[in-house]
């Protein structure tokens, strides 16, 4: 049973380029969340996809934005990339039916 | 007002002893607890859930809510230096969908 994977697990991009992160979905799950997680800070809600519609949306400007995909998998594009984007990006699937969020490796962005 | 605050510690326990983590949480309907585990440079792994006030026990790790107080925590018995990590405290609350909210975490080191 595959858990949550993304892709790339590292990157680095230059101040204002866009940079697009993956991931796929626990098998059976249908929701996908993302997450910023600074260092040395907890995880910050960014949005969650559900039936390929944004749900909900946390405290983060419009140059985040996603993409939920019919087989479940999930995009996450920033455009106009600032120093402070620079961050561990996870990304969390779960069921509509459940609180229960489990989490991928992450994707570690650094941006010069 | 943050909605979830940890001690950040570091907390520091010998090997075998008992290590106590706790959380609180904002005044506002909260409906679900997780605890949460990340070692350096890796994504959060789900130890435990907790939905109604008392205490809940899976192995080593018991879970204690109490609502009345805003207050849930995690004890670890007979730590070991495998558990040296930082403790995730996450919420879930009523009126924002499946929304967590983190902690910024506690850092836990086991002293052989």
């Known amino acids: 049973d595959a858990g949550v994977t993304q892709s790339p697990t590292h990157l680095i991009k230059t101040r204002g380029q866009q940079v697009t992160l993956r991931c796929s979905p626990k098998s059976g799950h249908d929701t996908v969340s993302w997450y910023q997680q600074a260092l040395g800070q907890g995880p910050q809600f960014i949005f969650q996809y559900y039936e390929e519609e944004e749900r909900q949306r946390g405290n983060f400007p419009d140059r985040f934005s996603g993409h939920q995909f019919p087989n479940y998998s999930s995009e996450l594009n920033v455009n106009a990339l600032l120093l402070g984007d620079s961050a561990l990006y996870l990304c969390a699937s779960s069921l509509a039916t459940s609180y229960t969020q489990y989490f991928g490796p992450g994707t570690r962005l650094t941006v010069l | 007002q943050k909605e979830v605050e940890q001690n950040s510690g570091p907390l520091s326990v010998p090997e075998g002893a008992i290590a106590s983590l706790n959380c609180t949480y904002s005044d506002r309907v909260s409906q679900s607890f997780f605890w949460y585990r990340q070692y350096s440079g890796k994504s959060p792994e789900l130890i435990m859930s907790?939905?109604?006030?008392g205490d809940k026990e899976d192995g080593r790790f018991t879970a204690q809510l109490n609502k009345a107080s805003q207050y849930v925590s995690l004890l670890i018995r007979d730590s070991q230096p495998s558990d040296s990590a930082t403790y995730l405290c996450?919420?879930?609350?009523?009126?924002?969908?499946?929304?967590?909210?983190f902690g910024t975490g506690t850092s836990l080191t086991v002293i052989p």
């Open positions: 996450a919420v879930n609350i009523a009126d924002t969908g499946n929304q967590f909210y």
């Open positions: 907790i939905y109604s006030n």
